[in-house]
């Protein structure tokens, strides 16, 4: 009898075990070591459905490497790219990549704000004749920072329909940057949230450099109220995950030491 309650309590920590060591791969801590993923590492391919992809690139703040996710769109008449990897030489192995991996060609980029995470790869599309779209306020303060000077006709054009797929575009207000978009693709009702949105396991509101703490709440209220359908969210740094992840950023927001 003693020997069998002693087998019992050596398979239950053994199970006890297992699921720890199963539940920290599957769920990495953030942000990642800058040892597993240094800044001059291939593009990382996710898929979220057949014609979205999120393109995701590495890049380095406070001396901490970070992952930056943006997307690919694909559509019967081309490929749109929303917002560029960390770096020029990652944006020019995507330009390769998308065309290697799904044979199209890119039609237009649109970058969510004035940020290298955003936008510095915009020379790459540009000396390809890509065109690449933001809005009046993105192209003033990508000037003034040296980020290039993308085509700014998203305040008049919110809406792109290209073959069988179209984007949306929605400022909601300032946030994370004065200047932040969001993307709702409505054929699959994903919302590439960009850097207004956090991921669940982000502890807190990351660069505050350019943010309005005080706006940004309601500027994600309103993207709530905008996209209440959205199956699929898009943070630009982190997992994506489900509309929870909008109020997660608001209990951020609000949380006395953010």
């Not at 791969?25 to 597993?36: A, L, V």
């Not at 330009?95 to 290298?116: L, M």
């Not at 946030?175 to 807190?204: M, Q, R, Y």
């Not at 699929?232 to 489900?242: A, E, L, Q, R």
Request: aromatic share 10%; proline share 7%; with cysteine.
């Amino acid at each position: 009898m003693r020997t069998n309650v002693s087998l019992l309590v050596l398979y239950l920590s053994f199970g006890i075990w297992f699921a720890q060591c199963h539940t920290a791969k599957e769920f990495p801590s953030y942000p990642p070591n800058p040892t597993t993923n240094p800044i001059d590492s291939s593009i990382e391919w996710i898929k979220i459905k057949e014609s979205v992809w999120i393109h995701k690139s590495f890049g380095s703040f406070q001396g901490k490497t970070y992952p930056s996710n943006g997307l690919v769109v694909l559509t019967n008449k081309g490929v749109v790219v929303i917002d560029t990897p960390w770096t020029e030489p990652q944006t020019e192995e995507l330009i390769q990549s998308i065309q290697t991996k799904f044979q199209k060609q890119i039609v237009f980029v649109i970058v969510t704000h004035a940020h290298d995470d955003r936008m510095a790869g915009v020379s790459s599309f540009q000396k390809r004749k890509i065109p690449v779209y933001s809005t009046q306020l993105t192209a003033k303060l990508a000037k003034e920072n040296g980020y290039g000077i993308p085509s700014p006709i998203l305040d008049i054009q919110t809406r792109f329909s290209l073959g069988n797929g179209s984007v949306e575009v929605f400022y909601p207000g300032p946030g994370h940057s004065p200047d932040n978009i969001v993307v709702w693709l409505p054929d699959t009702h994903i919302l590439f949230g960009g850097c207004l949105v956090k991921a669940l396991e982000a502890e807190d509101l990351g660069n505050l450099k350019d943010a309005n703490v005080v706006e940004w709440e309601s500027s994600v209220k309103r993207v709530l109220s905008r996209y209440p359908d959205a199956e699929v969210v898009v943070p630009g740094h982190g997992n994506w995950g489900k509309l929870d992840l909008l109020r997660h950023t608001i209990r951020l927001l609000i949380s006395p030491n953010h």
